[in-house]
Structures are given as structure tokens and as C-alpha cells.
């Protein structure tokens, strides 16, 4: 089993529509970090998250990171065609180092 | 140019060729990374180098060589590939590596590679 596991693998959603993706890891946390990658390309990084309970924002997606659960969650608001794409998580977990882990992705795509 | 750039975004290349990517980065960083992205698995970390001393080989096969002149940039020399080395390779810079937080990491657009 994968250290750093994503869920949905996949999800197809409604414009409009609100969407939740998670991100657990198997490991104690120091930090956790969101990106976005368009098929074939770079990552775009979203956010990243130190603290347990801390939440922040970025336009429409919100992500929150629960310490206890070694967990984060990553809310889009109201999706729109331009969030489509496939989010990565990236951990900075304890005893590797400060190297990241990295999840498989949840590809997301957005029906107009 | 802004950000991290990669050179050639497209490779094809033969078992027998030789070949090198390029990465720059104009951000300023002290740290930069390369990782390999293949389908169905997660980013694989390859080498780090931190002021331009590598600071971690992810037990990568001879046949990718890193080589870091200058905290700008970053190359990755390729010889007597096999086709399961097709992917996309990732090219990251950071402030800096290791240290007490990781630092969030920015990233080019990346290299497709296919192996023949």
C-alpha cells in the first residue's frame, strides 16, 4: 500500500458543483503540500499546510489538515472547467529526511 | 524568463543515444531536484542538490547522470536508455533542501521522454 494515499483516483463533476479530495498519510506529518498538475506538465503549487487545524485558501479551494487523522482535505467551491486537472499531495514526513512523499493524484475533471 | 524552464519539452531517443535535459531556474533557489513521473506511480525523487552539491541519489541507475554547475542550473545526461526509462521527467527548485521545514518546491513543465 501506498504511504501518502489519495481519494478519489478519479472524479468527474458538474460545473457548479462542490468536491471534496483527501489525502492520508500513513506517517507522522510535519507538512503537507497541494499541487495541481495539467495532463503532461509541470506541478503548480496550491498550498501547503504546517499545522494541525490549519486551513487556507486559494481562490475557490480550501484546504484544511487534520493532525490527528494525518490527514488533509482539499474542498473546491462551486467548480469551474479551469479546475480540471490532476491534484497532488506531497508530505514532509517524519523520518525521511525532508524529502516529500507523493501521492498517486486524483484527476478531476469538470463537465461544462 | 520567470520560474523553472525545461529543455527539450519533447525527447525521443534510441538504447544507443546519448542525450541530456537542462533545467534553469530564475527564482533565486539554493536546491534543486530531479524526479521522474511515470503512469500509475507517485513522483519518484531521483537526485537532489542542495548549492550544488548532490545530497541525494535515490538509488538511480548509472545511466542518468546528474550534473549541477551552478545553483541555476541543473542537467540530466542520459545514455544507453531502456524503454521502460520513458516518462516525464520533473525538474524542481527550492530555497533550499533539508533544514527544519521542507520548503514548498516550484517545479518546469517537464520533459517527455520516449525511450525506442
Known amino acids: 500500500s501506498q504511504e501518502l494515499e489519495q481519494s478519489p483516483q478519479s472524479l468527474i463533476v458538474q460545473e457548479g458543483k462542490n468536491l471534496t479530495i483527501n489525502c492520508t498519510s500513513s506517517?507522522?506529518?510535519?507538512?503537507l503540500y497541494w499541487y495541481k498538475q495539467k495532463y503532461g506538465e509541470g506541478l503548480i503549487f496550491l498550498m501547503m499546510?504546517?499545522?494541525g487545524g490549519e486551513e487556507k485558501s486559494h481562490e475557490k479551494i480550501t484546504a484544511k489538515l487534520d493532525e490527528k487523522k494525518q490527514q488533509s482535505s482539499l474542498h473546491i467551491t462551486a467548480s469551474q472547467p479551469s479546475h480540471a486537472g490532476i491534484y497532488l499531495c506531497?508530505?514532509?514526513?517524519?523520518?525521511?529526511?525532508?524529502?516529500?512523499?507523493w501521492g498517486l493524484g486524483t484527476s478531476l475533471a469538470v463537465n461544462p | 524568463e520567470t520560474g523553472v524552464t525545461q529543455t527539450p519539452r519533447h525527447l525521443v531517443m534510441g538504447m544507443t543515444n546519448k542525450k541530456s535535459l537542462k533545467c534553469e531556474q530564475h527564482?533565486?533557489?539554493?536546491?534543486m531536484y530531479w524526479y521522474k513521473q511515470s503512469a500509475k506511480k507517485p513522483l519518484e525523487l531521483m537526485f537532489v542538490?542542495?548549492?550544488?552539491?548532490?545530497?541525494e541519489n535515490n538509488s538511480v541507475p548509472s545511466r542518468f547522470s546528474p550534473e549541477c554547475p551552478n545553483s541555476s542550473h541543473l542537467f540530466l545526461h542520459l545514455h544507453t536508455l531502456q524503454p521502460e526509462d520513458s516518462a516525464l521527467y520533473l525538474c524542481?527548485?527550492?530555497?533550499?533542501?533539508?533544514?527544519?521545514?521542507?520548503?514548498?518546491?516550484?517545479f518546469g513543465p517537464g520533459t517527455r521522454l520516449t525511450v525506442l
Open positions: 542538490y542542495n548549492f550544488k552539491e548532490q545530497t
Open positions: 527564482l533565486g533557489h539554493n536546491a
Open positions: 506517517k507522522t506529518l510535519y507538512g
Open positions: 506531497g508530505a514532509d514526513i517524519v523520518g525521511n529526511n525532508r524529502k516529500l512523499i
Open positions: 524542481a527548485s527550492s530555497p533550499t533542501s533539508g533544514g527544519v521545514v521542507a520548503n514548498e518546491q516550484f
Open positions: 499546510l504546517q499545522k
